[in-house]
């Protein structure tokens, strides 16, 4: 449907070959037509994430260059107000730029919070925790596209840390496999996931493709660790999979 036109035709002929009066709300119609207009393309959202991330990496280097990193509380005094403003500025308003100076200033907060806890010699793992909860408090409070989507990606890139700052490769199997679950019960339970909560529907797509790109970085940091020969398969977990498709269908 392209115009108001056509969708006051198919109003006007669903009202024709229905038996019973039916009312429709036309302006809340017409309302949801022109936001879906003003929706954002996936490519477009995706190229504002890159862009984000590139202004992120330069903007670091700036304040590193300044001088910025001498100080651990001027790390989190900087750090921490950016994650908010990054985080709620999305809620405002679909524009490009905003969006991408919004995936900017989330970025850049995680990365200064991250240095400053790490200046002020606070263990690495408890940072790496840190991180995750910040991320997935923002994952379940902003319910943004965008800031999802990187809300995701640390966390999962955050337990892909751990596992390797404390040389437990063998957790990448698990991490891997329960990527796997994850992701077939998404796919095959789509239509309920998406009409059971519309909070969840809205950032839907989002943790799909960035659970998608998870999933690829274990796989890509499974073959760089381990050479075919040493990967074993376990075979006892297999039943376990058929009880979980055979729920999931």
Same mark, same amino acid.
């Given at each position: 449907?392209?115009?108001?036109?056509?969708?006051?035709?198919?109003?006007?002929?669903?009202?024709?070959?229905?038996?019973?009066?039916?009312?429709?709300?036309?302006?809340?119609?017409?309302?949801?037509?022109?936001?879906?207009?003003?929706?954002?393309?996936?490519?477009?959202?995706?190229?504002?994430?890159?862009?984000?991330?590139?202004?992120?990496?330069?903007?670091?280097?700036?304040?590193?260059?300044?001088? +910025? %990193?001498? *100080?651990? !509380?001027? =790390?989190? #005094?900087?750090? @921490?107000? $950016?994650?908010?403003?990054?985080?709620?500025?999305?809620?405002?308003?679909?524009?490009?730029?905003?969006?991408?100076?919004?995936?900017?200033?989330?970025?850049?907060?995680?990365?200064?919070?991250?240095?400053?806890?790490?200046?002020?010699?606070?263990?690495?793992?408890?940072?790496?925790?840190?991180?995750?909860?910040?991320?997935?408090?923002?994952?379940?409070?902003?319910?943004?596209?965008?800031?999802?989507?990187?809300?995701?990606?640390?966390?999962?890139?955050?337990?892909?840390?751990?596992?390797?700052?404390?040389?437990?490769?063998?957790?990448?199997? +698990? %991490?891997? *496999?329960? !990527?796997? =679950?994850? #992701?077939?019960? @998404?796919? $095959?339970?789509?239509?309920?996931?998406?009409?059971?909560?519309?909070?969840?529907?809205?950032?839907?797509?989002?943790?799909?493709?960035?659970?998608?790109?998870?999933?690829?970085?274990?796989?890509?940091?499974?073959?760089?660790?381990?050479?075919?020969?040493?990967?074993?398969?376990?075979?006892?977990?297999?039943?376990?999979?058929?009880?979980?498709?055979?729920?999931?269908?």
């Amino acid at each position: 449907m392209k115009t108001k036109e056509e969708i006051k035709q198919l109003l006007d002929y669903l009202q024709d070959s229905s038996e019973k009066d039916l009312k429709f709300n036309e302006a809340a119609i017409y309302t949801a037509f022109e936001k879906g207009n003003n929706h954002q393309s996936l490519a477009i959202k995706i190229l504002s994430i890159f862009g984000g991330i590139l202004a992120s990496l330069l903007f670091i280097g700036f304040l590193f260059i300044a001088g +910025i %990193y001498d *100080s651990e !509380l001027g =790390l989190l #005094l900087l750090g @921490i107000p $950016l994650i908010i403003f990054g985080a709620f500025i999305t809620k405002v308003t679909d524009n490009i730029l905003l969006d991408t100076l919004s995936i900017s200033a989330y970025i850049i907060g995680f990365i200064l919070v991250g240095a400053g806890l790490l200046q002020m010699k606070t263990d690495e793992n408890l940072v790496c925790i840190i991180l995750i909860l910040i991320a997935a408090s923002a994952l379940f409070i902003v319910r943004s596209y965008l800031i999802s989507f990187i809300s995701v990606l640390i966390i999962c890139g955050g337990f892909l840390f751990l596992m390797m700052s404390n040389n437990s490769f063998n957790l990448i199997h +698990i %991490y891997i *496999s329960l !990527l796997a =679950l994850i #992701l077939t019960f @998404i796919y $095959l339970k789509e239509p309920k996931l998406m009409t059971f909560n519309k909070a969840f529907s809205q950032i839907y797509d989002s943790v799909r493709i960035s659970l998608i790109f998870c999933f690829l970085a274990g796989l890509n940091l499974l073959g760089r660790n381990y050479r075919l020969s040493n990967i074993h398969l376990n075979i006892s977990g297999f039943p376990l999979w058929l009880l979980f498709l055979q729920f999931c269908t």
